[in-house]
């Protein structure tokens, strides 16, 4: 886990200061970060898309094993409503992935998810997940919570207990607002 949750809370930057950037932390093998990404959802990411769009948002990236599987996670910005003029920022799981090889066994994809529920974001994270995704089942039995965004092309998830109508506000504004960033071709996620 980048940064170790152990040692260093994952919690949104100061002001001014800046995320981890996943093309240069030499912690970060970035080109099997992007090959494990690409097997995963079987198409192609467009990495300058992709790291333009979560730049300075990174919070954390979880391994497991060989880079065998993956999250990517964010710090997303809600759009300001009467509500909550200054809304807070959203723990975002932006990418889940697991090498097509591990998929089925649920031990990799477990070892991330425990990861990330238990070390890294406990209070809660969201994402959304298209509604035709086989992988959904899997999300259904882990979230604590689901949601059909307008539109009918995406389910939002959440594993924060208790959730407040302003932060389920937030969690909306922030799933309708993200913009998919692969290349032309392949299957939708």
Same mark, same amino acid.
């Given at each position: 886990?980048?940064?170790? %949750?152990?040692?260093?809370?994952?919690?949104?930057?100061? @002001?001014?200061?800046?995320?981890?950037?996943?093309?240069?932390?030499?912690?970060?093998?970035?080109?099997?970060?992007?090959?494990?990404?690409?097997?995963?959802? /079987?198409?192609?990411?467009?990495?300058?898309?992709? @790291?333009?769009?979560?730049?300075?948002?990174?919070?954390?990236?979880?391994?497991?094993?060989?880079?065998?599987? !993956?999250?990517? @996670?964010?710090?997303?910005?809600?759009? %300001?409503?009467?509500?909550?003029?200054? %809304? /807070?920022?959203?723990?975002?799981?932006?990418?889940?992935?697991? @090498?097509?090889?591990?998929?089925?066994?649920?031990?990799?994809?477990?070892?991330?998810?425990?990861?990330?529920?238990?070390? $890294?974001?406990?209070?809660?994270? $969201?994402?959304?997940?298209?509604?035709?995704?086989?992988?959904?089942?899997?999300?259904?039995?882990?979230?604590? !919570?689901?949601?059909?965004?307008?539109?009918?092309?995406?389910?939002?998830?959440?594993?924060?207990?208790?959730?407040?109508?302003?932060?389920?506000?937030?969690?909306?504004?922030? $799933?309708?607002?993200?913009?998919?960033?692969?290349?032309?071709?392949?299957?939708?996620?």
């Amino acid at each position: 886990m980048i940064p170790d %949750p152990r040692k260093e809370a994952w919690k949104p930057p100061a @002001l001014g200061q800046t995320t981890i950037s996943l093309h240069g932390d030499t912690r970060i093998d970035f080109s099997r970060l992007h090959h494990l990404i690409n097997d995963s959802f /079987r198409r192609s990411l467009d990495v300058n898309d992709y @790291l333009a769009r979560i730049k300075d948002k990174v919070a954390g990236v979880i391994v497991a094993g060989e880079y065998e599987g !993956g999250a990517i @996670l964010t710090w997303e910005t809600p759009t %300001p409503s009467s509500a909550s003029p200054f %809304p /807070r920022p959203v723990p975002y799981l932006d990418k889940f992935a697991v @090498l097509q090889r591990s998929q089925g066994s649920a031990g990799v994809a477990d070892i991330v998810w425990q990861a990330m529920v238990r070390s $890294c974001f406990p209070s809660g994270v $969201c994402w959304r997940s298209r509604q035709n995704n086989p992988v959904n089942k899997w999300y259904f039995e882990r979230a604590a !919570g689901t949601w059909n965004l307008p539109g009918g092309q995406w389910t939002m998830f959440w594993t924060t207990a208790n959730l407040s109508n302003e932060r389920w506000k937030e969690y909306v504004s922030v $799933c309708e607002a993200v913009k998919p960033t692969w290349l032309s071709g392949g299957k939708p996620d």
